[in-house]
C-alpha cells in the first residue's frame, strides 16, 4: 500500500514531514507520538524505524509465543478490525447481520481469539480499535470482560464517525456507542471529518484508511511488544479505502501477525 500512495504525492514531497503542517486535535500526546509514523506510510518514509517488520517476522519465525524454545512475550498490543453491523436496508446475505446470534458468534470467536493471545503473552496484553458498530464494539466489550485494557482511537470527529460508522446499523448500535464513548474518552486523529488539505489529492484515501494506518503504527511503536490484528470478516475485496481489507494488507506488510476467521463461515452466509 505505501508504494501505492506514494506514488500519488510529487517527488519534491516525498519524505517530507507533513507533521508540522498537520493540526493536531486537543494536543493529543498519541497523536503526537504516532501520526509521524503514519504519515511516513503515506509519504513513502520508513516509520517504524528500519527493521521492524523484520523484527516482527524474527519474532514470528522463532515459533509460537509460550512454546518451548520461546519466552512468552513481555507485551502484546491487539489490533481488531472486521464487519460492521448490517444496516436494515443491506440486502441479504449481508456481511454481518445483526442478530442475537451472529452478535454472540462474534463476540465468542473475539474472547476466544484474546484468551489465546493472553496464553502466549507473559505481561500486559493492550487493545486498540475504533468504535464502529460490528466488531469494533464487541472486541472493545469481550476485552473489558477478560480485564485487557484498551484504547479508542477515531479518525475523525465522534459525531461525524457515529453518524458514518454506527448510525445506519440501527438505534441499538447508536445507543452502545453512545455509553462506550461516554465511559471512554477516544483518541481523536482529527477535528474535521475530512482529509486534510495535503492529502486530498492522494489517489483511492480516505480518513478511514488514514484511521487504520494511524491505529497500526501505534501498536508497532509501542516498546518491546508483540503485535497481533484480529481480523473478522468475509476475506472478499472490500468496498472500498479505508475497510477491513486494507488493515489486513496493511498488518501483513508491516510483520504484524494476523489471527483472522472467515465471518462467512461464522455466521453461516452461503458464499456467492
Same mark, same amino acid.
Given at each position: 500500500?505505501a508504494?501505492?500512495?506514494r506514488g500519488a504525492?510529487?517527488?519534491?514531497?516525498?519524505?517530507?514531514?507533513w507533521f508540522?503542517e498537520? +493540526?493536531l486535535p486537543?494536543g493529543?500526546?498519541c497523536a503526537r +507520538?504516532t501520526?509521524p509514523a503514519?504519515?511516513g506510510v503515506?509519504?513513502g518514509?520508513?516509520?517504524p524505524p528500519?527493521?521492524?517488520a +523484520?523484527?516482527?517476522?524474527q519474532?514470528?519465525v +522463532?515459533g509460537?509465543?509460550?512454546? &518451548?524454545?520461546?519466552?512468552p &512475550?513481555?507485551r502484546a498490543?491487539?489490533?481488531a478490525?472486521g464487519?460492521?453491523?448490517d444496516a436494515?436496508s443491506?440486502?441479504?446475505?449481508?456481511?454481518?447481520?445483526?442478530t442475537?446470534?451472529c452478535?454472540? =458468534?462474534?463476540k465468542s470467536?473475539?474472547?476466544e481469539?484474546?484468551q489465546?493471545e493472553?496464553?502466549?503473552?507473559?505481561?500486559?496484553l493492550y487493545?486498540?480499535?475504533?468504535?464502529?458498530?460490528?466488531?469494533d464494539?464487541l472486541?472493545?466489550e &469481550?476485552?473489558?470482560e477478560l480485564?485487557?485494557?484498551t484504547?479508542?482511537?477515531?479518525?475523525i470527529p465522534?459525531e461525524?464517525?457515529r453518524r458514518?460508522?454506527v448510525?445506519?446499523s440501527?438505534p441499538d448500535?447508536v445507543e =452502545?456507542f453512545?455509553?462506550?464513548?461516554?465511559e471512554?474518552?477516544?483518541?481523536i486523529l482529527?477535528?474535521?471529518?475530512e482529509?486534510?488539505?495535503?492529502?486530498?489529492?492522494?489517489k483511492?484515501?480516505?480518513?478511514?484508511?488514514?484511521?487504520?494506518?494511524?491505529?497500526?503504527?501505534?501498536a508497532?511503536?509501542?516498546p518491546?511488544?508483540?503485535?497481533?490484528?484480529l481480523a473478522?470478516?468475509?476475506?472478499?475485496?472490500g468496498?472500498?479505502?479505508?475497510?477491513?481489507?486494507?488493515?489486513?494488507?496493511?498488518? =501483513?506488510?508491516r510483520g504484524a =501477525?494476523?489471527r483472522?476467521?472467515n465471518?462467512?463461515e461464522?455466521?453461516?452466509i452461503?458464499?456467492?
Amino acid at each position: 500500500m505505501a508504494t501505492g500512495l506514494r506514488g500519488a504525492i510529487p517527488p519534491a514531497d516525498r519524505g517530507q514531514s507533513w507533521f508540522r503542517e498537520e +493540526r493536531l486535535p486537543h494536543g493529543q500526546e498519541c497523536a503526537r +507520538r504516532t501520526l509521524p509514523a503514519a504519515i511516513g506510510v503515506v509519504t513513502g518514509g520508513d516509520f517504524p524505524p528500519a527493521g521492524f517488520a +523484520r523484527r516482527q517476522l524474527q519474532r514470528r519465525v +522463532r515459533g509460537p509465543r509460550g512454546v &518451548a524454545g520461546r519466552s512468552p &512475550a513481555e507485551r502484546a498490543v491487539v489490533v481488531a478490525t472486521g464487519h460492521r453491523a448490517d444496516a436494515p436496508s443491506r440486502p441479504p446475505p449481508g456481511r454481518f447481520p445483526d442478530t442475537a446470534r451472529c452478535i454472540d =458468534k462474534a463476540k465468542s470467536w473475539l474472547r476466544e481469539a484474546l484468551q489465546a493471545e493472553k496464553v502466549e503473552t507473559a505481561g500486559t496484553l493492550y487493545g486498540i480499535a475504533g468504535a464502529a458498530s460490528g466488531v469494533d464494539l464487541l472486541f472493545h466489550e &469481550a476485552c473489558r470482560e477478560l480485564g485487557v485494557p484498551t484504547k479508542v482511537c477515531l479518525p475523525i470527529p465522534i459525531e461525524a464517525y457515529r453518524r458514518r460508522s454506527v448510525a445506519d446499523s440501527g438505534p441499538d448500535w447508536v445507543e =452502545k456507542f453512545n455509553h462506550f464513548i461516554a465511559e471512554n474518552p477516544p483518541v481523536i486523529l482529527s477535528d474535521s471529518g475530512e482529509l486534510p488539505a495535503w492529502a486530498e489529492g492522494i489517489k483511492d484515501y480516505s480518513v478511514f484508511q488514514r484511521g487504520n494506518i494511524w491505529n497500526m503504527q501505534d501498536a508497532l511503536l509501542q516498546p518491546n511488544a508483540d503485535v497481533t490484528l484480529l481480523a473478522l470478516w468475509n476475506q472478499k475485496a472490500g468496498e472500498g479505502p479505508g475497510g477491513t481489507a486494507d488493515m489486513v494488507r496493511l498488518a =501483513k506488510s508491516r510483520g504484524a =501477525k494476523v489471527r483472522e476467521h472467515n465471518s462467512d463461515e461464522l455466521f453461516g452466509i452461503a458464499s456467492s
